[in-house]
């Protein structure tokens, strides 16, 4: 079999090209001390001795880049293909969820177990709750869109790098000169994933093995629940028992105060992460600080927000944008409190696809579901939430004394 040639990015060949510099560099220095018959000067030793450090961080580099060439590859080797029931690639390479309905889901399994009927009990994986990718150019669906998800993880703990601090330091240098070091404070975080479940009210069997009924209940009602409860966790989450620590409490991150009104104060709070060199990719604002700025009007009584063409309805919906980011709208955000972000920042982690069960057994006021010939469906995921540099986010007081 012939030998796969993985091409090489314009950065790791530069790399490649830096690493080859610095050893021939340490080398000849080396090599004029062993001609000479004598040991290295001070000056020589510590010129080689950078070199040979920038050797150490350049050979990582290079392992690094042809890591990231390999993971380039095999994205165009398998991009649009798809991976399974609940998997598919993403258009950038990236192995993603795969949004899909719930009660389909659930006939597929029963088609694989030779039924066409709903057992009195059972179980089904399931797509995670709105794990679409989010289309760029498009409205954002909902908060869990725009956070990149880490799927396949082997424990129920996990553990990343959080950045709690940085000093950029970087500047141009003479050649042997000793280059500016640049302060960036990592921290390790061991955290677990948590539950996210929910249990439906008992539902006829009749209504139950109807796939059409049953799909209505299943991606409209038990879904939803999980969303809302997940995008709660998210944002409010105390980080105390079973809880995720949620943005709201979450420490390092900025805060904007309310300044003149509600568009000079979310302007702002774009600048305070641009200062930071930090680019936002969205809002994310309550449904009613969302509805404020679209009603918002002049003094005549006119719209400030105009359509297309200037005129007619406020704000595109489908566009939904402030100061040109994305606005991602939520209903577990409380009124008066904004956030701006860039959400590559963030993590979440999938530690299994969702699991859907169901059970005519459950017991209940002295008797089972079984003899009223119901059945009860039980939903559930398990997530954790990284949060990599808390200073790419920016909380926002939306309202004057808020």
């Given at each position: 079999?012939d030998?796969?040639?993985?091409?090489?990015?314009?950065?790791?060949?530069?790399?490649q090209g830096?690493?080859?510099?610095?050893?021939?560099?340490?080398?000849?220095?080396?090599?004029?001390?062993?001609?000479?018959?004598?040991?290295?000067?001070?000056?020589?030793?510590e010129?080689?001795?950078?070199?040979?450090?920038?050797?150490?961080?350049l050979q990582?580099?290079v392992?690094?880049?042809?890591?990231?060439?390999?993971?380039?590859?095999v994205a165009?080797?398998?991009r649009?293909?798809?991976?399974?029931?609940?998997?598919?690639v993403?258009p950038?390479?990236?192995?993603?969820?795969?949004?899909?309905?719930?009660?389909?889901?659930?006939?597929?399994?029963?088609?694989?177990?030779g039924?066409?009927?709903?057992?009195?009990?059972?179980?089904?994986?399931i797509?995670?709750?709105?794990?679409?990718?989010?289309?760029?150019?498009?409205?954002?669906?909902s908060?869990l869109s725009?956070?990149?998800?880490?799927?396949?993880a082997?424990?129920?703990?996990?553990?990343?790098?959080?950045?709690?601090?940085?000093?950029?330091a970087?500047?141009?240098?003479?050649e042997?000169?000793?280059?500016?070091?640049?302060?960036?404070?990592?921290?390790?975080?061991?955290?677990?994933?948590?539950?996210?479940?929910?249990?439906?009210?008992?539902?006829?069997?009749?209504?139950?093995t109807?796939?059409?009924l049953?799909?209505?209940?299943?991606d409209?009602?038990?879904?939803?629940?999980?969303?809302v409860?997940i995008?709660d966790?998210?944002?409010?989450?105390?980080?105390?028992?079973?809880?995720?620590?949620?943005l709201?409490?979450?420490?390092?991150?900025?805060?904007q105060?309310?300044?003149?009104?509600i568009?000079?104060?979310?302007?702002?709070?774009?600048?305070?992460?641009?200062?930071?060199h930090?680019?936002?990719?969205?809002?994310v604002?309550?449904?009613?600080?969302?509805?404020?700025?679209?009603?918002?009007?002049?003094?005549?009584?006119a719209?400030?927000?105009?359509?297309?063409?200037?005129d007619?309805?406020p704000?595109?919906r489908?566009?939904?944008?402030?100061?040109?980011?994305?606005?991602?709208?939520?209903?577990?955000?409380?009124?008066?409190?904004?956030?701006?972000?860039?959400?590559?920042?963030?993590?979440?982690?999938?530690?299994?696809e969702?699991?859907?069960?169901w059970?005519?057994?459950?017991?209940?006021?002295?008797?089972?579901?079984?003899?009223?010939?119901q059945?009860?469906?039980?939903?559930e995921?398990?997530?954790?939430?990284?949060?990599?540099?808390?200073?790419?986010?920016?909380?926002?007081d939306?309202?004057?004394?808020?």
């Amino acid at each position: 079999m012939d030998a796969i040639r993985i091409k090489a990015s314009a950065r790791t060949l530069e790399l490649q090209g830096d690493l080859a510099q610095h050893r021939q560099a340490a080398l000849a220095i080396a090599q004029k001390a062993l001609g000479e018959d004598r040991e290295l000067t001070t000056i020589e030793k510590e010129a080689a001795d950078q070199h040979l450090v920038a050797v150490e961080h350049l050979q990582r580099a290079v392992q690094k880049a042809n890591d990231n060439d390999l993971r380039a590859f095999v994205a165009d080797l398998g991009r649009g293909v798809d991976l399974g029931d609940h998997m598919r690639v993403a258009p950038d390479g990236r192995r993603v969820s795969k949004a899909g309905s719930w009660s389909s889901a659930v006939e597929k399994a029963l088609w694989r177990g030779g039924s066409k009927a709903l057992p009195t009990s059972g179980t089904a994986n399931i797509p995670v709750p709105d794990s679409q990718v989010w289309d760029r150019e498009a409205k954002i669906p909902s908060l869990l869109s725009v956070i990149p998800r880490v799927l396949d993880a082997s424990t129920a703990g996990y553990s990343y790098l959080r950045e709690t601090s940085r000093t950029l330091a970087a500047e141009a240098v003479a050649e042997g000169a000793v280059k500016p070091e640049s302060e960036i404070v990592m921290e390790r975080q061991d955290e677990r994933a948590t539950t996210i479940a929910t249990i439906g009210s008992p539902q006829s069997r009749q209504n139950a093995t109807d796939f059409s009924l049953l799909g209505g209940y299943l991606d409209r009602t038990l879904r939803l629940a999980l969303i809302v409860e997940i995008e709660d966790q998210l944002i409010n989450g105390s980080g105390a028992g079973a809880n995720l620590e949620g943005l709201l409490n979450l420490a390092g991150v900025w805060v904007q105060a309310w300044d003149t009104d509600i568009f000079t104060t979310t302007r702002k709070a774009i600048s305070v992460l641009e200062i930071d060199h930090v680019t936002p990719t969205c809002f994310v604002l309550s449904v009613e600080d969302w509805e404020a700025i679209e009603l918002e009007a002049t003094t005549t009584g006119a719209f400030l927000f105009k359509g297309a063409d200037g005129d007619g309805p406020p704000v595109s919906r489908a566009a939904r944008r402030l100061w040109g980011v994305p606005v991602a709208v939520t209903t577990e955000l409380a009124e008066g409190v904004g956030l701006v972000m860039d959400s590559m920042s963030l993590g979440l982690y999938e530690y299994q696809e969702a699991r859907l069960d169901w059970s005519e057994a459950t017991y209940e006021d002295g008797h089972t579901d079984f003899v009223k010939n119901q059945l009860r469906f039980r939903a559930e995921t398990r997530l954790g939430f990284a949060k990599y540099r808390p200073a790419s986010i920016c909380t926002i007081d939306m309202s004057a004394g808020s």
